[in-house]
């Protein structure tokens, strides 16, 4: 079965400096798609990045990068130059292969002016 | 302006009712998911349905129905044999197929007293 890991309950971070968000997955698919989703206070989960298990180049949408490492199953998120509505909770999922979500139990990053 | 509708925002029941959660798209997804949060804890799925009138059970479905009538809705019943209902529910919708982004509606809070 699938699993999700992200090991860091809670993050701080100042205002326009990068913070990494760590994620790591079991699976035992071939193909797998890796997504992180951010979920602000209204409770609504907004979209960020995926991330295929063949693409060899790292993701990047905009502020948001992830740092993808296959052999470790590593999907860590990169968010550079930090504004104060990126705090909320972050959520890194991974898609089995019948593209259900697994989601990990969330980082919370406030970022302080 | 498409996107996911979910109704209502919050929820109160007495315990023993059985209460339904509204959820519409209109991206012309084929495939829905109803997922539950509880606090500080990541989302878990209930049930999905990849096309009208056809829907599985996902990890948590006991003491939840579904139905999947129309493309455009899959509205999710808390019964009363769900022994604690009180939670955040999550409606998303996605294309079928690999690497199909699951985008959410603003989720239903529902509190059972």
């Known amino acids: 079965a699938q699993k999700i890991t992200q090991t860091q309950p809670g993050m701080f971070v100042q205002e326009k400096e990068a913070v990494t968000l760590d994620c790591t997955y079991d699976?035992?698919?071939?193909?797998?798609?890796l997504f992180w989703y951010k979920q602000p206070s209204s409770g609504e989960m907004i979209f960020l990045i995926y991330?295929?298990?063949?693409?060899?180049q790292n993701a990047t949408e905009g502020r948001y990068s992830l740092n993808f490492q296959k052999a470790r199953k590593s999907a860590n998120l990169v968010i550079s130059a930090s504004q104060l509505g990126d705090s909320a909770m972050y959520f890194c999922?991974?898609?089995?292969?019948?593209?259900?979500?697994?989601f990990g139990s969330g980082t919370r990053l406030l970022v302080r002016p | 302006d498409g996107g996911i509708t979910q109704s209502p925002k919050y929820l109160f029941r007495k315990e023993g009712q059985n209460v339904t959660l509204s959820c519409e798209q209109n991206?012309?997804?084929?495939?829905m998911y109803w997922y539950r949060q509880d606090p500080g804890q990541g989302l878990r799925l209930i049930y999905y349905s990849q096309i009208v009138n056809d829907f599985q059970k996902g990890d948590i479905a006991e003491g939840y129905s579904v139905s999947r009538e129309k493309k455009e809705s899959f509205p999710l019943t808390v019964t009363s044999a769900q022994k604690n209902p009180t939670a955040f529910y999550l409606c998303?919708?996605?294309?079928?197929?690999?690497?199909?982004?699951?985008?959410f509606g603003p989720g239903t809070r529902l509190t059972v007293l």
């Open positions: 699976t035992s698919d071939q193909s797998y798609g």
């Open positions: 998303a919708s996605s294309s079928v197929g690999g690497a199909d982004t699951q985008y």
């Open positions: 999922a991974v898609e089995d292969s019948s593209y259900k979500l697994i």
């Open positions: 991330q295929g298990s063949y693409d060899e």
């Open positions: 991206l012309n997804h084929d495939a």
